[in-house]
């Protein structure tokens, strides 16, 4: 094993697309940042310069940073953000896990532009994949571009002003030409943008490391004319299995073998952002049509001419969300000799039915007599619990023992009252305070002892208006026993649970309108992020801390915090001062 050292210098820069300049924060001046490639095993040591004026700090999403929740980089929660002018060196290691995740900033909205892929390459190289050796590796980053300061929007999202959408959507930072000009003045009518391209050449195999790095949108992937075989996801090996269309929520990675067997040509690739069922959402967001060029790329058509003109992949409904369930309950985990998944624990300790959802809490300020919209704000919660971040960095304050937890509240068990959770026609078409009137704002935790076995179902609710919910837990996998639409029912969906081989994820979509019931072990001490991949559900406040306590040896007690941690009076603006 190594040491694997990266420099990651974030500043500020100007990038035009659809003819407008915006001002982007960005690593190392690159929009996707940097792939980073480590082996498993490898020690890591990202020094991250902040010459950017936002607070920052950067999130390995998907690495367990076991025994090193220090490094964990979630602003209030395991650290004080980075300042404007200050440095501060990630370190970890990464072990037994390979595949794809990746990297980006846990400050609001600005993981759209601060982001990259993290590849872990097996021990002993390609040859040792489960799946046969591709001849080239290619990192697929889904993203949306937006004209708007993102800065700008977090403080409208913040203030509930819900009037921004991004521009368009990219593969590996192209926009290509199915963007939206609406809303942006001067845009490029009539000028394409560049798509992404990926050259290939006839029979050869390509391992698509595919990244939803989108802050609102699942995506629809196609590439027309070829079939993808699906081999993993957040960084766990699943057993093949051969679709032409792959469905990827903000947060997930799935790794895709492609074959160029497709007679030579051109062939778009399009990723399309699925979006709620009629009527919830009308406006189309646009697509990204990237492309697939066979080296020899005229192709004979009928009568024996050539042709280049590209063929299109024929694409699903974009309302049609419910692929987005197909397609996840048809991962399953594969039984690897390198790497055999855990075996799924059949004791449970604790059982926990969380519900997602939508209410509101009264502004700061008002005193909400009437429950107006003017005194109130919408807010994303679980189980009627809408996160607030804490004014001191939790993981330190769980470590020194402060007394800070007191002051958390503690996630329920359960919502507050049980009802029809999916039922369209039962929300209330009057004043949102109807909704859900006991919908309150805490800094939501949950304690765990070490080594428990958690748990959870959640429940999607029809006050989310036909979004599905990636839901991601920072530091553990999770066992994704069963998913289905509607409310979940114990009695029936119990005995549909997978206990043989069900896929390990990082980030669990909950299908629109229906459930998924997961199981984890709490076997990494520290205090853990836990949230819809969302920005707006997440910046809303469907999120809470899970804080596992230690084990009883000292190699299952977190160790102290590294000596050059950020100090502890922080505060969390996006822009400083
Ligand atoms: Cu990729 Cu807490 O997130």
């Not at 035009?16 to 924060?25: P, Q, R």
């Not at 980006?104 to 046969?132: D, E, K, N, W």
């Not at 919660?381 to 769980?398: C, D």
Request: a negative charge; proline letters at 8%; charged letters at 15%.
């Amino acid at each position: 094993t190594a040491l694997v050292e990266h420099t990651f210098v974030v500043s500020q820069m100007k990038m035009t697309h659809l003819c407008k300049e915006t001002l982007v924060t960005v690593v190392n001046g690159q929009l996707p940042g940097p792939t980073i490639e480590v082996t498993e095993g490898d020690s890591v040591a990202f020094h991250v310069v902040n010459k950017s004026p936002h607070n920052i700090t950067i999130h390995w999403h998907g690495v367990k940073q076991r025994m090193n929740c220090w490094n964990d980089g979630v602003p209030m929660v395991t650290q004080c953000p980075i300042q404007p002018n200050q440095n501060f060196t990630y370190r970890f290691n990464v072990a037994g896990q390979e595949g794809t995740l990746w990297w980006h900033a846990h400050v609001s909205c600005l993981r759209a532009t601060l982001h990259g892929a993290l590849v872990i390459r097996p021990i002993l190289g390609a040859s040792s994949y489960p799946f046969p050796k591709p001849d080239r590796e290619v990192p697929i980053i889904i993203g949306d571009w937006w004209s708007m300061d993102l800065a700008e929007v977090d403080r409208k999202m913040k203030d509930n002003f819900f009037d921004y959408f991004p521009s368009a959507s990219t593969i590996n930072g192209k926009l290509g030409d199915l963007f939206n000009c609406s809303g942006i003045t001067n845009c490029c009518v009539g000028v394409a943008e560049d798509g992404y391209v990926l050259d290939v050449e006839p029979g050869k195999t390509y391992l698509l490391r595919i990244i939803n790095t989108g802050l609102f949108s699942e995506f629809f992937l196609k590439i027309a004319g070829h079939r993808f075989t699906v081999v993993g996801s957040d960084a766990n090996y699943v057993s093949p299995y051969t679709t032409d269309l792959i469905v990827i929520a903000p947060g997930e990675t799935v790794d895709a073998l492609v074959v160029a067997d497709a007679p030579p040509g051109n062939y778009y690739m399009v990723a399309m952002p699925n979006q709620a069922p009629l009527p919830d959402t009308q406006t189309p967001e646009p697509s990204t049509r990237g492309m697939v060029r066979y080296k020899n790329k005229d192709h004979i058509v009928e009568g024996g001419s050539t042709s280049n003109v590209p063929v299109a992949p024929v694409m699903p409904d974009q309302h049609d969300v419910v692929l987005s369930l197909y397609f996840h309950s048809n991962l399953t985990s594969l039984q690897h000799q390198r790497h055999p998944p855990p075996p799924v624990p059949t004791r449970v300790d604790e059982h926990m039915f969380v519900t997602l959802g939508l209410g509101t809490v009264c502004r700061r300020g008002q005193t909400c007599n009437k429950k107006t919209i003017n005194e109130t704000i919408l807010v994303a919660t679980m189980n009627n619990v809408s996160f607030q971040l804490p004014t001191t960095p939790l993981l330190e304050a769980h470590y020194h023992h402060t007394g800070v937890e007191d002051a958390l509240l503690e996630l329920p068990d359960k919502p507050p009252r049980v009802f029809n959770f999916t039922d369209i026609s039962l929300i209330p078409v009057g004043p949102k305070e109807r909704l859900l009137e006991t919908t309150s704002r805490a800094t939501l935790a949950r304690w765990f002892q070490y080594g428990s076995v958690v748990e959870i179902v959640f429940q999607g609710t029809a006050i989310l208006q036909g979004d599905s919910n990636p839901m991601h837990l920072h530091g553990h996998d999770m066992f994704v026993l069963a998913q289905g639409i509607g409310n979940f029912d114990a009695t029936k969906d119990v005995a549909r649970y997978n206990l043989v081989n069900p896929p390990l994820k990082n980030t669990v979509v909950v299908p629109n309108l229906g459930w998924v019931a997961i199981r984890f072990v709490t076997n990494n001490p520290g205090v853990w992020y836990f949230h819809c991949h969302y920005e707006f559900h997440l910046s809303m406040g469907m999120t809470a801390v899970f804080i596992v306590e230690d084990g009883p040896t000292v190699d299952t007690s977190l160790p102290p915090q590294p000596v050059d941690f950020p100090s502890t009076s922080c505060q969390m603006n996006i822009i400083s001062k």
